[in-house]
């Protein structure tokens, strides 16, 4: 089946510095991505959508300027917390798309980030 | 936002028993597609079952069982004889079209020896 990796697995960071996540489709190319921030205890919120090529689509309440979306290629996609705070400590999962409707869409292992 | 509702925030059962987690959702949509998926305390989602909107049949996997009613919106997961290792939290989620998955709240199901 298809592979989705993230990178890192686990982060710690100090309050005000940037992290990257990596995202990668390890057997197959995606058109689109997304990422997905989970909180303890609580479900999957969709934070925004990335097409290959394109700026990302932010879901309403998600600040695109903290959280940078970047899509450069059919296999990689990156999000970057930018100034973390410890209110961004969560679990970020992304998720690649592949096919057409009805689509297959399979997420990575998540990336835990704690914030300190 | 079309929603999925995951009315049980938590269940617990001794193993051996049988469990059903609910699954209720709202759609607009004529067709679309609902998903049942594992998070164990790993972290990362497995998947279990996507279902179509015009296939109202019902499915068995093993212990697993599913049922979907489109009459009362519902798409309800059923585990035969629970085992410890089914201890997880099991999301319902549904997507139409080109839009992303959207998930419940989630239920976490502790399966106890």
């Known amino acids: 089946g298809a592979v989705v990796s993230q990178h890192p697995s686990w982060v710690i960071c100090k309050s005000g510095t940037s992290v990257k996540i990596e995202c990668r489709s390890l057997?197959?190319?995606?058109?689109?991505m997304f990422w997905y921030r989970q909180f303890p205890k609580q479900s999957l919120m969709l934070m925004a959508t990335s097409n290959e090529g394109s700026k990302a689509t932010y879901e309403q309440g998600v600040e695109k300027d903290k959280f940078l979306i970047n899509h450069a290629s059919l296999t990689l996609s990156t999000l970057t917390v930018t100034s973390a705070h410890p209110e961004d400590s969560s679990f970020y999962i992304c998720?690649?798309?592949?096919?057409?409707?009805?689509?297959?869409?399979?997420f990575g292992p998540g990336t835990r980030l704690t914030v300190t | 936002a079309q929603k999925v509702t995951q009315a049980q925030t938590e269940i617990s059962v001794v193993e051996k028993e049988d469990v059903t987690l609910d699954c209720v959702y709202e759609t607009r949509d004529t067709t679309y597609y609902l998903f049942w998926y594992k998070q164990p305390p790993s972290g990362e989602l497995v998947f279990l079952i996507r279902r179509n909107s015009f296939d109202e049949q019902n499915e068995i996997s093993g212990r697993y069982s599913w049922n979907f009613q489109k009459s009362t919106s519902s798409f309800n997961f059923t585990i035969t004889a629970s085992q410890v290792v089914d201890s997880a939290v099991y999301f319902c989620a549904r997507h139409s079209g080109n839009t992303p998955l959207v998930f419940g709240k989630g239920t976490r199901l502790s399966v106890i020896a």
């Open positions: 998720s690649a798309r592949v096919g057409t409707i009805p689509y297959e869409q399979y």
């Open positions: 057997d197959f190319q995606a058109t689109t």
